[in-house]
């Protein structure tokens, strides 16, 4: 009876450490670079010129563009919007109208940029990445990084 729970156990744990390798999405610098492009079509088309930071699920820069004429201000911000968004799973703008509301101890945490333009890139329900924008007021910023979030949805198909 011991050898069979013996037998039983080695049996269970070979599976679980064979059992702990999963296959994630992750974004890609061919990725990286489609939706940097649909985010600088945005601010073309808004007359703006900005500051694209697209990070990864860890908060690793994949991709990063200064557009000419962009505020040298603008390189942390965008990188530390788009660490925002994906460290906390959430567009910028929450923290935005948080803090707006009154909720200034979010203003305290190191890795949240309480302005909009830092956006989640999503993909089959998994967040693969983060793209932020700066160069704009805070509500252009937010609508050039959707411009890029969206695209994911469609060249990732």
Do not use: C
Not at 42 to 67: C, H, P, S, T, W
Not at 112 to 130: D, M, Q, S, T
């Amino acid at each position: 009876m011991k050898i069979i729970k013996l037998l039983s156990l080695a049996i269970l744990f070979t599976g679980a450490i064979y059992g702990q390798v999963a296959t994630k999405h992750a974004i890609t610098l061919e990725l990286a670079k489609k939706i940097a492009v649909a985010a600088e079509n945005k601010a073309n088309q808004m007359n703006i010129d900005v500051v694209i930071a697209i990070v990864d699920d860890g908060g690793n820069l994949v991709y990063f563009e200064r557009m000419n004429g962009a505020q040298l201000g603008s390189i942390k911000v965008a990188k530390k919007k788009a660490v925002s968004a994906i460290f906390f799973k959430r567009p910028t703008k929450a923290y935005q109208e948080r803090v707006a509301g009154g909720n200034n101890a979010l203003l305290s945490v190191d890795e949240i940029l309480p302005f909009e333009g830092g956006a989640p890139l999503v993909y089959e329900n998994n967040y693969i990445g983060a793209i932020g924008v700066s160069g704009g007021t805070p509500e252009q910023d937010g609508i050039i990084a959707e411009a890029g979030a969206k695209i994911l949805e469609e060249v990732a198909k």
